[in-house]
């Protein structure tokens, strides 16, 4: 398994941005599929955005053009920028990981590795 930690989750007024990381260890296969989930409260945990070890990119209809999500080999850190938020935005993020590909991406089923997640507030 893998371990991951998220960070950079604040507060912060519709129209602005935040970034968050998502640091890993245990790293040692060659192929990850790596994810960015969310939950507000009382909805259901639904992906943001995904990125295959090729780097390769998914992203949910709600965040096209406006969330980025990358993942940076060398330093072991999952990415995600996030501009023009939205009160909508307001949830709690989760990075999850599995060492195979994950179809279809936002199945949350798929990923055996979870973050503790990082509350993110758009006002």
């Known amino acids: 398994h893998v371990q991951l930690v998220e960070s950079g989750g604040g507060s912060v007024q519709a129209g602005g941005s935040l970034r968050l990381s998502c640091g890993f260890s245990g790293y040692g296969s060659y192929h990850y599929c790596l994810a960015w989930f969310r939950q507000a409260p009382g909805k259901e945990r639904e992906g943001v955005a995904s990125v295959e070890d090729d780097g390769s990119s998914t992203y949910a209809d709600s965040v096209k053009g406006r969330f980025t999500i990358y993942r940076d080999s060398p330093t072991n850190t999952l990415g995600r920028q996030m501009t023009s938020l939205r009160t909508e935005d307001t949830a709690m993020y989760y990075c999850?990981?599995?060492?195979?590909?994950?179809?279809?991406?936002?199945?949350?089923?798929?990923?055996?590795?979870w973050g503790q997640g990082t509350q993110v507030t758009v006002s």
């Open positions: 999850a990981a599995d060492a195979k590909a994950v179809a279809p991406w936002d199945w949350i089923g798929g990923y055996t590795s």
